[in-house]
Nanobody
Framework: QVQLVESGGGLVQTGGSLTLSCVAS????????MGWFRQAPGKEREFVAA????????EYAQSVKGRFTISRDNAQNTVYLQMNSLKPDDTAVYYC??????????????????WGQGARVTVSS
């Protein structure tokens, strides 16, 4: 059974930084794409970033490009989301996710099968 556990959320001021971590268990971590999504209050969940199985390819939502960095440590079964220059619009619950079979980059929420419980990020103005 695949399990994803996020950590690192919290309260930060505008312009600050946070790093989210997501530890995976239950299968070979290095075989699959990992992604981050977020859901702001009253809004639908949206794609944030994704990284391919070996870290060779990454993809970002336009709203976070240049401010967020996704990375992974396959030896530690962990994916990270480094978030810099945070804005109040970044306030959301952040979820890590992974597809059941896919190793290439995908931004489609429907292609992600396993999800973490979420980490809340609040950016104060």
């Amino acid at each position: 059974q695949v399990q994803l556990v996020e950590s690192g959320g919290g309260l930060v001021q505008t312009g600050g930084s946070l790093t989210l971590s997501c530890v995976a268990s239950g299968r070979i971590f290095s075989d699959y794409t990992m992604g981050w999504f977020r859901q702001a209050p009253g809004k639908e969940r949206e794609f944030v970033a994704a990284i391919s199985w070996n870290g060779g390819n990454t993809e970002y939502a336009q709203s976070v490009k240049g401010r967020f960095t996704i990375s992974r440590d396959n030896a530690q079964n962990t994916v990270y989301l480094q978030m810099n220059s945070l804005k109040p619009d970044d306030t959301a619950v952040y979820y890590c996710a992974t597809p059941k079979y896919i190793a290439h980059i995908t931004t489609l929420e429907s292609e992600y099968d396993y999800w973490g419980q979420g980490a809340r990020v609040t950016v104060s103005s």
